[in-house]
């Protein structure tokens, strides 16, 4: 897939102008896959990495307290180990309580992967969205062209129900290793389920769309299921709690 036809797909263009980070760093052992690919839990504790080494730099105001509602990455291809990729991260565009963060990653001077998350600004003592203050949207606000963007599901919507469409099930445990600082599954955790499943399904890897939509948290002790679909060509893969809530939806297209 070209950048061009690539560009057309996602939702916003790299900015070009107002705030933008930069960092970058190795594919490292950890990372990859038994053939030498990066994986794509990986890539989502990158997002993570960059997200917070922005907002310290940047000074925002409570940097921690953002929880992440959804993130998509468009593969064009995979870095593998020891390859050396540059990020660049910035505000793609803003709603009222939540803002989308926009990375880039480049392999070799090409771009391997783009990357669109919405992180949501919440109290981290009551987890409810609070309101962006001003001085937070006009810092972020620099390098979205105005752009608006909205909060409501996108995958999770109008999805069939969980014992339909051949549909499979499997246990997945919950590690102590999966949980981070706030007590809930890590946003990086979420993506080993996909990993799991082209794993399993070997063949075409890139270009891919990955899409994994929060619905609610995973928390320690909690029994979950993994539910797979194929829905005329998209993957649906949820994590399914034991009293049957859904608390996160996972989309899978290929090519």
């Known amino acids: 897939m070209s950048e061009a036809s690539q560009s ?3 939702p916003s263009p790299i900015a070009q102008s107002g705030r933008m980070f930069s960092t970058s760093r190795k594919v490292r052992l ?3 896959t038994p053939k030498g690919r990066v994986r794509l839990d990986a890539v989502a504790r990158y997002l993570q990495d960059i997200a917070t080494d922005d907002s310290l730099d940047g000074n925002y105001s409570e940097p921690h307290s953002w929880v992440v509602r959804r993130t998509q990455m468009w ?8 390859d050396e990729i540059a990020l660049t991260t910035w505000c793609g565009a803003l ?18 992967i783009e990357t669109a998350a919405l992180w949501v600004r919440v109290d981290f003592k009551t987890m409810k969205p609070v309101p962006l203050s001003k001085e937070m949207t006009e810092l972020l606000s620099s390098a979205t062209s105005g752009r608006k963007i909205s909060s409501r599901l996108e995958i999770g919507r109008n999805l069939p129900d969980l014992v339909s ?17 706030v007590g809930h599954l890590n946003n990086a955790a979420y993506w ?3 990993e799991e499943y082209l794993g ?26 993994i539910v797979t679909q194929n829905l005329d ?13 859904v608390a996160a939806v996972t989309e899978l297209i290929l090519g």
């Not at 593969?75 to 020891?82: E, H, K």
């Not at 469409?165 to 999966?178: K, L």
């Open 165 to 181: 469409n051949n549909a499979t099930s499997q246990d997945w445990p919950i590690r102590f290793s999966d949980m981070d600082a």
């Open 192 to 194: 080993e389920v996909l």
């Open 95 to 112: 709603g009222s309580h939540w803002a989308e963060r926009r990375t880039q990653i480049r392999c070799a001077d090409e771009v391997a």
């Open 200 to 225: 399993a399904n070997s063949g075409q890897r890139a270009p891919l769309k990955a899409t994994v939509e929060h619905h609610g948290a995973v928390d320690p002790g909690d029994k979950v299921q």
């Open 30 to 32: 950890g990372d990859v």
């Open 8 to 10: 057309a797909t996602l």
């Open 75 to 82: 593969v064009t291809a995979f870095p593998t180990y020891l």
């Open 233 to 245: 060509g998209r993957i649906i893969l949820r994590h399914v709690l034991d009293d049957g809530e």
